[in-house]
């Protein structure tokens, strides 16, 4: 059974960092597609970050590029997402998930297994 379990969101002020954790189980990421997403309450979930070609690959939407940053730890099986330069926008849930079909790598904002989420509140 795949799980995977978000970490590391929390409250910060605009211009603050945080880092987010995605541990999975049962499936090895070092080859897999996957990806951050997030969910504002009331609007529809968008991609943020995707990661593909074993790591060497990334995509980004346009308001997060040069602020937000995904990687991976094949040894420890853990996806991350470094979030700099938090603006009050970013607040949201967060989301690490699985594109089994690769569609991430095709910039295609999809994936079939998801994380339960962890939450970013940036105060103005």
């Known amino acids: 059974q795949v799980q995977l379990v978000e970490s590391g969101g929390g409250s910060v002020q605009a211009g603050g960092s945080l880092r987010l954790s995605c541990v999975v189980s049962?499936?090895?990421?070092?080859?897999?597609?996957m990806g951050w997403f997030r969910r504002v309450a009331g609007k529809e979930r968008e991609g943020v970050a995707a990661?593909?070609?074993?790591?060497?690959?990334?995509n980004y939407i346009d308001s997060v590029k040069g602020r937000f940053t995904i990687s991976q730890d094949n040894a420890r099986n853990t996806l991350y997402l470094q979030l700099n330069s938090l603006k009050f926008e970013d607040t949201a849930m967060y989301y690490c998930?699985?594109?089994?079909?690769?569609?991430?790598?095709?910039?295609?904002?999809?994936?079939?297994?998801w994380g339960q989420g962890t939450p970013v509140t940036v105060s103005s």
């Open positions: 998930a699985v594109d089994e079909a690769c569609a991430l790598a095709h910039g295609i904002w999809a994936a079939n297994i």
């Open positions: 049962g499936y090895t990421i070092s080859s897999a597609c």
């Open positions: 990661i593909y070609n074993g790591g060497g690959s990334t």
